[in-house]
């Protein structure tokens, strides 16, 4: 997400490698073509030979089977759109391959599984050419949002904020509502709502 948009020149040379080819992996892979990236450019892997299939027929890309095999090609950049159980191994992996990593959220499911990560990354950034990690946490850039943060700039009295979300009900037994596949709906997807208090708070 973002203001700016980048141009095909900033992305000459550039190889994405999007790891999970459910329909997140499929948007973006769309957005990466927005973006100037060829076909050519752009790789998924995926295990499961259905989703392999759907990226192959719709999108007529290289898609791969084994996402380890995948990061052994050194790309640019990853996406990870896999299920959150698998974002810290998989986010390690990139690093260690010298990507810049965009991971969708959450990022991980636990406090020690995020201080995995921080000091993955800080060990990756100690070099010339550190990497960048984004989190899929888009609400942020959503065009009402910037408009509501630029007018809330201007107060600079403390701010108290109430949300209210309706997220729909989902099964009991949805990946989601597991604490170790999906986090729960607090971290799993309550978090896109957190980031964005965050955001409007300029916290």
């Given at each position: 997400?973002?203001?700016?948009?980048?141009t095909s020149s900033n992305c000459d040379e550039m190889k994405a490698l999007v790891l999970?080819?459910?329909?997140?992996?499929?948007?973006?892979?769309?957005?990466?073509?927005?973006?100037?990236?060829?076909?050519?450019e752009i790789e998924a892997a995926d295990p499961n030979p259905e989703a392999r299939e759907?990226?192959?027929?719709?999108?007529?890309?290289?898609?791969?089977?084994?996402?380890?095999?995948?990061?052994?090609?050194?790309?640019?950049?990853?996406?990870?759109?896999?299920?959150?159980?698998?974002?810290?191994?998989?986010?390690?992996?990139?690093?260690?391959?010298?990507?810049?990593?965009?991971?969708?959220?959450?990022?991980?499911?636990?406090?020690?599984?995020?201080?995995?990560?921080?000091?993955?990354?800080?060990?990756?950034?100690?070099?010339?050419?550190?990497?960048?990690?984004?989190?899929?946490?888009?609400?942020?850039?959503?065009?009402?949002?910037?408009?509501?943060?630029?007018?809330?700039?201007?107060?600079?009295?403390?701010?108290?904020?109430?949300?209210?979300?309706?997220?729909?009900?989902?099964?009991?037994?949805?990946?989601?509502?597991?604490?170790?596949?999906?986090?729960?709906?607090?971290?799993?997807?309550?978090?896109?709502?957190?980031?964005?208090?965050?955001?409007?708070?300029?916290?």
């Amino acid at each position: 997400g973002g203001q700016r948009k980048p141009t095909s020149s900033n992305c000459d040379e550039m190889k994405a490698l999007v790891l999970g080819c459910g329909s997140i992996g499929l948007r973006h892979i769309g957005h990466l073509r927005q973006l100037g990236l060829s076909d050519s450019e752009i790789e998924a892997a995926d295990p499961n030979p259905e989703a392999r299939e759907r990226v192959k027929v719709r999108c007529g890309i290289s898609v791969q089977h084994d996402p380890e095999q995948a990061l052994d090609r050194r790309p640019d950049v990853v996406l990870v759109c896999t299920p959150a159980v698998t974002h810290v191994p998989v986010t390690l992996k990139a690093l260690e391959a010298g990507a810049h990593v965009f991971v969708e959220k959450p990022l991980t499911v636990t406090r020690e599984q995020l201080d995995e990560v921080v000091g993955a990354y800080g060990d990756s950034s100690a070099g010339e050419h550190a990497p960048i990690v984004m989190i899929g946490f888009n609400r942020r850039f959503a065009p009402q949002v910037v408009k509501l943060k630029s007018l809330l700039s201007s107060v600079s009295e403390p701010k108290s904020f109430v949300m209210t979300v309706n997220a729909g009900e989902i099964p009991a037994d949805h990946w989601v509502q597991d604490p170790v596949q999906g986090g729960g709906r607090i971290i799993g997807e309550g978090c896109h709502f957190v980031d964005l208090l965050c955001f409007l708070a300029g916290s």
